[in-house]
């Protein structure tokens, strides 16, 4: 039987003159079915832990005070079998668009494809949230739906019913996304000063069994990664 799936997606250091030397895309997917029920659950997370239910949880407000909570909220991402996470690591040094007819705007949409494409099956149909963190948000909106549904040959958009922005203070599963996006966005960067994320990261190695550095097996469905570089294939 066909399912419907949600997908939320959520990005870090895109841009191509931010001074960053690594882009990450990542997402968490989920039966459309189970995204009300779970999003209640991460609110009765954050009522556990004397946080309001609007707190919006995001990896650059970990602290010492609260690293309990997103201690918990980890250990629920891998004990809820629903929720999976995808991520796509991608250097920005040295990418020779033009050797490759493109500019970094083309470039961006063909590393989401290949985030999102061990995702999407032509039997199921996906509905794709995105958490843009720039000004075109719609520009790109229109541009990924149309990479995606032509590089899945999805013409009459059945596969992808439809992508667009959502407000992501408002999604707690979109809000999972950019927590775990950042701890692999900080796995590629300087070395981590702060001891609260420190500990993130090492329980998400631990949970994953993963060291969260290379490229996982293609099937994996709970931590899958993919460290992409010229001319690889996954």
């Given at each position: 039987?066909?399912?419907?799936?949600?997908?939320y997606?959520?990005?870090?250091?895109?841009?191509?003159?931010?001074?960053?030397?690594?882009?990450?895309?990542?997402?968490?997917?989920c039966?459309?079915?189970?995204?009300?029920?779970?999003?209640?659950?991460i609110?009765?997370?954050?009522?556990?832990?004397?946080?309001?239910?609007?707190?919006?949880?995001?990896?650059?407000?970990?602290?010492?005070?609260?690293?309990?909570?997103?201690?918990?909220?980890?250990?629920?991402?891998?004990?809820?079998?629903?929720?999976?996470?995808?991520?796509?690591?991608?250097?920005k040094?040295?990418?020779?668009?033009?050797?490759?007819?493109?500019?970094?705007?083309?470039?961006?949409y063909?590393?989401?494809?290949?985030?999102?494409?061990?995702?999407?099956t032509?039997?199921?149909?996906y509905?794709?949230y995105?958490?843009?963190?720039?000004?075109?948000?719609?520009?790109?909106?229109?541009k990924l739906?149309?990479?995606?549904?032509?590089?899945?040959?999805?013409?009459s958009?059945?596969?992808?019913?439809?992508?667009?922005?959502?407000?992501?203070?408002?999604?707690?599963?979109?809000?999972?996304?950019?927590?775990l996006v950042?701890?692999?966005s900080?796995?590629?960067?300087?070395?981590?000063?702060s001891?609260?994320?420190?500990?993130?990261?090492?329980?998400?190695?631990?949970k994953?069994?993963?060291?969260?550095?290379?490229t996982?097996?293609?099937r994996?469905m709970?931590?899958?990664l993919?460290?992409?570089?010229?001319?690889?294939?996954?």
């Amino acid at each position: 039987m066909n399912q419907i799936f949600n997908v939320y997606c959520d990005e870090s250091c895109h841009l191509e003159n931010d001074h960053h030397p690594v882009m990450v895309l990542g997402a968490i997917w989920c039966p459309k079915e189970r995204t009300r029920e779970i999003n209640e659950e991460i609110r009765a997370i954050k009522q556990h832990h004397n946080l309001p239910v609007c707190f919006e949880i995001k990896w650059t407000k970990i602290s010492p005070a609260k690293i309990d909570f997103y201690i918990e909220l980890v250990e629920y991402f891998f004990l809820e079998p629903d929720l999976h996470f995808r991520a796509l690591v991608a250097p920005k040094n040295d990418l020779r668009h033009k050797e490759y007819n493109q500019d970094h705007d083309l470039w961006y949409y063909k590393m989401y494809f290949d985030m999102l494409k061990i995702i999407l099956t032509p039997v199921d149909h996906y509905r794709i949230y995105l958490d843009i963190k720039d000004t075109r948000g719609g520009v790109k909106v229109r541009k990924l739906h149309e990479v995606l549904c032509n590089s899945m040959y999805d013409f009459s958009l059945e596969i992808i019913e439809h992508i667009q922005i959502i407000r992501s203070n408002e999604v707690e599963i979109m809000q999972c996304a950019d927590l775990l996006v950042g701890i692999i966005s900080a796995v590629n960067r300087e070395p981590v000063a702060s001891l609260a994320k420190k500990s993130l990261i090492e329980l998400m190695r631990q949970k994953s069994h993963y060291a969260l550095t290379k490229t996982t097996l293609y099937r994996e469905m709970k931590v899958n990664l993919f460290y992409w570089a010229p001319n690889t294939r996954e």
